[in-house]
């Protein structure tokens, strides 16, 4: 307590500094609210006559499966944005350029899932579902485009964040790009196994076990504690010094490397 009295000392009660994201990670939970929100309104109540209404909502299944795929889509989108914003501390003109391509995406999908819905089964079924599905790439090409201006040279990341996680989710959005691309060529075969194929790649993608980011992005390791000057708080401290001892007690680090990191740490730097 006395190491966290003195830190706390040292660099005064400063004004935690502004988060130069704060109004993008608002702006973009907005867009993706109201998008998630505006698919439900592409789902068409059946007329009233004919066949019962059981058999009818029955019968509207592709549109049911359409909308789960774009719901699911946008949910993990959110998740992605929400995990890798963790780790973005500063902005750039770039990054809001980038930013809003991906939400200019976001918000077109509930449109591209009602021209699946309506013409799912026609003659034009496979053109509907390749338009579906190609804004499900594009959003993907946006996503990666995004992540790589960001994370290139750890440009805008924090300092502390761990290199491999950045590794793991540059290769991760690689695949999502690739898997994205087949479930495209599969549209112009089968418009319903194409829709199964984009669910089933958000359900995969939201499995903890699975999900590039089940892990902190954001790490204390030895010789990457908080910067001088960051504005932590000694409660900061205390939770990397925590950190430090059970990295200790699992073996991570012996006492050497234990050491010399608490010391840093303590230094602020």
């Excluded at 592709?62 to 949910?75: D, K, Q, R, V």
């Excluded at 750039?92 to 591209?112: A, C, E, F, K």
């Amino acid at each position: 307590m006395r190491a966290i009295d003195a830190y706390r000392g040292r660099r005064g009660d400063s004004v935690e500094p502004r988060n130069e994201t704060a109004r993008i990670e608002g702006f973009s939970d907005a867009v993706f609210a109201i998008a998630i929100t505006a698919l439900v309104l592409g789902l068409d109540v059946p007329a009233p006559g004919g066949p019962g209404l059981l058999t009818k909502l029955l019968a509207k299944w592709p549109e049911y499966l359409a909308f789960l795929a774009t719901f699911g889509t946008i949910a993990i989108i959110w998740i992605y944005h929400q995990k890798l914003f963790t780790a973005v501390k500063r902005a750039d003109h770039t990054l809001l350029l980038l930013n809003s391509l991906l939400l200019l995406g976001v918000v077109v999908l509930p449109y591209p899932t009602v021209v699946l819905a309506r013409y799912g089964r026609g003659p034009d079924s496979k053109v509907a579902a390749m338009f579906h599905t190609g804004v499900f790439v594009v959003i993907a090409m946006c996503f990666n485009f995004l992540w790589r201006h960001v994370s290139f040279r750890n440009r805008l990341l924090d300092p502390r964040t761990d290199p491999r996680m950045i590794r793991i989710v540059s290769q991760s959005l690689v695949g999502v790009q690739v898997l994205y691309l087949m479930s495209f060529v599969i549209a112009s075969v089968s418009p319903v196994l194409s829709s199964a194929c984009n669910a089933g790649l958000a359900l995969f993608f939201a499995i903890p076990k699975w999900n590039a980011l089940r892990d902190p992005f954001v790490s204390v390791e030895p010789g990457t504690p908080e910067p001088r000057g960051s504005g932590s708080t000694s409660a900061d401290l205390a939770a990397h010094l925590g950190e430090l001892g059970r990295l200790r007690q699992q073996g991570t680090l012996d006492e050497e490397e234990f050491t010399q990191a608490k010391a840093r740490v303590l230094r602020g730097g």
